[in-house]
């Protein structure tokens, strides 16, 4: 429950910094994927306030392929090494793969963010019970390469509710206790059920466990705004203060100074006494 050790606590919404050392993700591909350039970048999102940072070496975008986990393994783990070698911050690994999310936790990361919810992986759950560590289950239909492909809910909010109940009683069946759920925003999602999520968030905290939102830059902020990718700041800002609002315990963004600003001003206002 969010009472657990998570190695940080909820009385405030947190930050999560993305760091994708790939060299084809949607939003900032290539830009990392050099050791020297991600370790750089890491430091500057933990000197923004960053509270946790998510290390991603392979993509998921929609149309995705899958790479090899020695592939992705030779991608993360110089960097996780480096950050180390000089930061505490709290480090999480964006894998489904059993053998990567190990390796990682080996070497420092503190946290497992699973795209499929321990599902793609038969192995993971025993991976994230061997080393206790926090695990984010995520909503995705499908997979990063058919999910966006004419995605269909008869009924958005009742069919991730009963995959949250199934994925938690699983969990703790394999003695996981340490969980943040993600809905899974533009991950075999259409642009009204993106809208519909964020218009409840507040239904997902009946769990009783922390709730990530990851919203940056994707392609329904596009639609509504027509904006590039590279101009979605304020749209991702505007559903981060909405997120943050409805009590979203961490936001999963690009772009951390911003949201430390937008998180300041709302936990401000949250804080002020009425006269």
């Not at 999560?16 to 591909?29: A, Q, R, Y």
């Not at 999310?101 to 699973?114: F, K, T």
């Not at 911003?258 to 936990?267: K, S, V």
Request: aromatic residues 8%; proline residues 4%; negative net charge.
């Amino acid at each position: 429950m969010i009472d657990a050790d998570y190695g940080l606590t909820f009385d405030k919404s947190r930050i999560m910094g993305i760091l994708n050392v790939t060299p084809d993700s949607f939003s900032d591909g290539g830009k990392y994927l050099q050791r020297e350039a991600a370790v750089e970048q890491a430091f500057r999102m933990e000197a923004e306030g960053a509270d946790i940072i998510d290390i991603g070496g392979e993509s998921s975008r929609p149309g995705a392929t899958p790479i090899s986990e020695t592939e992705e393994l030779n991608r993360i783990l110089p960097v996780i090494t480096e950050i180390r070698k000089r930061s505490t911050i709290l480090l999480s690994v964006d894998t489904y793969k059993a053998r990567v999310a190990n390796e990682a936790l080996q070497y420092g990361v503190n946290w497992v963010n699973d795209i499929s919810a321990l599902r793609m992986d038969p192995d993971m759950h025993r991976v994230v019970k061997k080393w206790d560590c926090p695990v984010v289950l995520m909503h995705m239909l499908g997979d990063p390469s058919t999910m966006q492909v004419n995605p269909y809910y008869q009924h958005v909010l009742a069919d991730l509710h009963a995959f949250f109940s199934e994925r938690i009683q699983y969990s703790i069946s394999c003695g996981i206790k340490k969980i943040i759920l993600d809905p899974g925003i533009g991950f075999g999602k259409r642009l009204e059920d993106n809208l519909l999520i964020l218009k409840r968030l507040d239904t997902f905290r009946q769990y009783g466990y922390p709730l990530l939102i990851g919203t940056s830059r994707k392609s329904f902020i596009g639609t509504i705004t027509g904006r590039k990718v590279e101009d979605r700041s304020a749209g991702t800002l505007a559903t981060i203060g909405w997120s943050v609002a409805q009590g979203v315990s961490i936001v999963r963004t690009h772009e951390v100074a911003a949201a430390y600003d937008t998180l300041n001003l709302i936990h401000s206002i949250q804080a002020t006494m009425p006269t």
